[in-house]
């Protein structure tokens, strides 16, 4: 979803490329059911989407890295520590006080977790952003 709500932020930046993987995907796997319908909901098509593993390949050569939990920000790190000014968890962009410190993975759970989990990640992408803005003015 996260890859999604980028991708169409960042429609008609030419110079951004956005893609997603995870610490624990299963390479080729489609999104979930209901994350195709709670993006879908928003604009936002998933249907042609399939997962990949996060590699020290890929973690070479990315600009950022944005992980949904401080555990994925560790597991980047033990793989590849120079990579610490471009890692961030997404969840410390939320606002509040009572900021989240992750977003909660709803693999399993209902439309209604999967919609919450949309709308979350949504609030901290446009918070980073505004917080970033000197850093994604420069892609």
Partial sequence: MAEGILRELFRGKPSVTVSSAGT????GNPATEFAILASGEKGIDLIAHRARSLDSVLICGIDMILC??????EWVLSSDSS???K???L?????AEDSMRKI????GCSLREYRQCFE???LCIRNFIVS????????
Avoid at 68 to 73: D, G, K, L, T
Avoid at 91 to 95: E, I, K, L, P
């Fill in 83 to 85: 990579v610490y000014e």
């Fill in 87 to 89: 890692v961030y968890n």
């Fill in 120 to 122: 979350d990640i949504d």
């Fill in 91 to 95: 969840a410390d962009f939320a606002g």
């Fill in 68 to 73: 949904m939990e401080p555990s994925h920000v």
């Fill in 104 to 107: 909660a993975d709803p693999y």
């Fill in 24 to 27: 624990h995907a299963v390479g």
């Fill in 132 to 139: 970033e803005e000197r850093i994604l003015s420069s892609l």
